[in-house]
């Protein structure tokens, strides 16, 4: 097996990219960089500017807002994705909590994918559709938390 066909079988292994052709997944490969990240280290900063795009690949990440751990990220997550789609400063810091494998895109690289791959467009739309949905959902259930304290 040559090094790119298995690069293209973990990457056609993440949910966002499984419908993901061969010339698709070479263009995708062609883009990103494979990045080690070592267990405690801070791989995205809140409030900073966004420049890149990563997918793990390998390990587990925190999500941290303002402070607070608000979510755990496994292998097929994705994040660093609203910085970019709108210019936006981050939103949340990731911290490894084990050894990491990400597969980064830089900005121009993500945008090139966005405009290529429409298949990879609405994916992520709808993972961006359900983190909204889940934002929603908690608060609606901290309006009740809430409403039932007063």
Same mark, same amino acid.
């Given at each position: 097996? !040559? +090094?790119?066909?298995? !690069?293209?079988?973990?990457?056609?292994? @993440?949910?966002? *990219?499984?419908?993901?052709?061969?010339?698709?997944?070479?263009?995708?490969?062609? +883009?990103?960089?494979?990045?080690?990240?070592?267990? /405690?280290?801070? =791989?995205?900063?809140? /409030?900073?500017?966004?420049?890149? *795009?990563?997918? =793990?690949?390998? /390990?587990?990440?925190?999500?941290?807002?303002?402070?607070?751990?608000?979510? !755990?990220?496994?292998?097929?997550?994705? *994040?660093?994705?609203?910085? +970019?789609?709108?210019?936006?400063?981050?939103?949340?810091?990731?911290?490894?909590?084990?050894?990491?494998?990400?597969?980064? =895109?830089?900005?121009?690289? *993500?945008?090139?994918?966005?405009?290529?791959?429409?298949? +990879?467009?609405?994916?992520?739309?709808? /993972?961006?559709?359900?983190?909204?949905?889940?934002?929603?959902?908690?608060?609606?259930? @901290?309006?009740?938390? @809430?409403?039932?304290?007063?």
């Amino acid at each position: 097996m !040559t +090094l790119r066909k298995n !690069t293209h079988s973990q990457i056609r292994s @993440l949910p966002i *990219f499984a419908g993901c052709t061969e010339s698709e997944l070479d263009e995708i490969d062609r +883009l990103a960089d494979e990045v080690h990240v070592t267990a /405690g280290r801070t =791989i995205m900063r809140q /409030g900073e500017l966004g420049q890149e *795009f990563a997918v =793990i690949i390998a /390990g587990e990440a925190d999500v941290v807002k303002d402070g607070k751990k608000v979510a !755990t990220l496994g292998p097929g997550a994705y *994040f660093g994705e609203v910085a +970019l789609l709108d210019a936006v400063t981050r939103t949340a810091s990731i911290v490894a909590t084990t050894d990491m494998t990400l597969e980064v =895109i830089d900005r121009r690289g *993500f945008n090139t994918l966005l405009d290529d791959l429409p298949r +990879l467009s609405r994916s992520m739309l709808s /993972g961006t559709a359900k983190r909204l949905a889940d934002l929603e959902d908690e608060c609606t259930h @901290l309006r009740h938390q @809430l409403a039932g304290q007063n």
